[in-house]
């Protein structure tokens, strides 16, 4: 009778054991999973394609973009021509309808637009086109669809001809654009692509971990989740908000003014990846840092840019004239 008991009692402190590890096993596991990040590990949602050298980029000039018909797209590109100033041709009343027209077709985005002054009925048509086209393919072409709405993150964009003192300025989901101190239209879509992208790197592209990143800071916040993946693109040429590695060279960099702090390192080199594709890819195949930069950006857009000018392609067939611009929404 002891011995039956004894054998029961084995049993029962063996099943127990058992359980206890399974248990322990799989707090383990689902601690280890949710945690693996913050020891360590980067974010893999975001590729490792190397678009310089093996795979094409493909432009996204589609006639659909805008929602509304090839004429407006037609329109937009040419004003994208260097040097191209902004003029109208036709009738006030035409370019009202189209621009009610446009609008009605992205309502959500139209009415987070205010212009700011005295602007034609041409200005405020071609303005909100080259902004819906941005916007859109932005929110279109982010490989991460869990990531928010770069739409839904905006909450006003105000384009102001009232002589405000500087050119643009963003908060986390506010821009603002001064176009009496832009001179062509090709400027303009540059700086509202400049000035997006940091609400994008800052506001849409974050991480999920509970701990924070200590090396990289938001004006001296501790602000970064620590797999955030925009912080394997500062760490190529920073170690610190407003500290560059000491053998960071000016080649590396996209632009003068993207040798001031890490965001505006990725907001220039996004802006010349969107919008001058062609010279950007052809610097990077000399420059292992840039390579880097312009395959985490063609990466995070599956391989998709939104324009080049010929002026791009002239500069990316003569790499001996190549100069990294001041800034690169003054490219020309």
């Known amino acids: 009778m002891y011995d039956g008991m004894e054998i ?10 058992i359980l206890k590890f399974a248990i322990a096993t799989l707090v383990f596991y689902i601690w280890f999973s949710y945690n693996l990040k913050e020891i360590g590990y980067q974010t893999t949602y975001i590729d490792d394609v190397d678009y310089v050298n093996q795979m094409p980029v493909i432009e996204m000039w589609l006639s659909t973009a805008t929602g509304v018909d090839s004429d407006i797209d037609s329109l937009l590109e040419s004003l994208l021509n260097p040097q191209h100033q902004v003029s109208d041709t036709l009738t006030q009343d035409f370019y009202t309808q189209r621009f009610q027209t446009l609008c009605d077709a992205h309502q959500k985005l139209c009415t987070k637009i205010v212009f700011a002054g005295d602007f034609s009925s041409y200005e405020k048509l071609i303005y909100a086109a080259a902004m819906i086209r941005i916007v859109t393919q932005t929110d279109r072409l982010l490989i991460a669809s869990w990531l928010p709405s770069v739409v839904d993150t ?89 500290t560059r590695y000491f053998q960071s060279r000016s080649e590396d960099f996209c632009s003068g003014y993207g040798m001031t702090n890490p965001f505006e390192d990725f907001a220039e080199c996004f802006n010349l990846y969107m919008n001058h594709n062609a010279y950007f890819r052809a610097i990077a195949e000399d420059n292992d840092i840039l390579k880097q930069k312009y395959n985490f950006l063609a990466n995070i857009l599956n391989g998709w840019y939104l324009f080049t000018s010929q002026e791009d392609v002239r500069l990316a067939q003569n790499k001996r004239t190549w100069r990294r611009p001041r800034d690169t929404t003054r490219m020309w």
């Open 154 to 242: 905006l909450r006003t964009i105000t384009i102001n001809s009232d002589g405000w003192e500087r050119r643009w300025g963003a908060t986390r989901n506010t821009i603002v654009l001064n176009t009496s101190l832009i001179d062509t239209f090709s400027e303009f879509f540059d700086v509202f692509t400049h000035e997006l992208w940091h609400i994008v790197d800052l506001w849409v592209i974050q991480g999920v971990s509970r701990n924070k990143d200590q090396k990289f800071t938001e004006f001296g916040r501790v602000v970064f989740a620590a797999d955030d993946p925009s912080l394997s693109y500062y760490n190529l040429s920073w170690t610190s908000e407003s």
């Open 8 to 17: 029961k009692s084995s049993r029962w402190l063996w099943s127990m054991f």
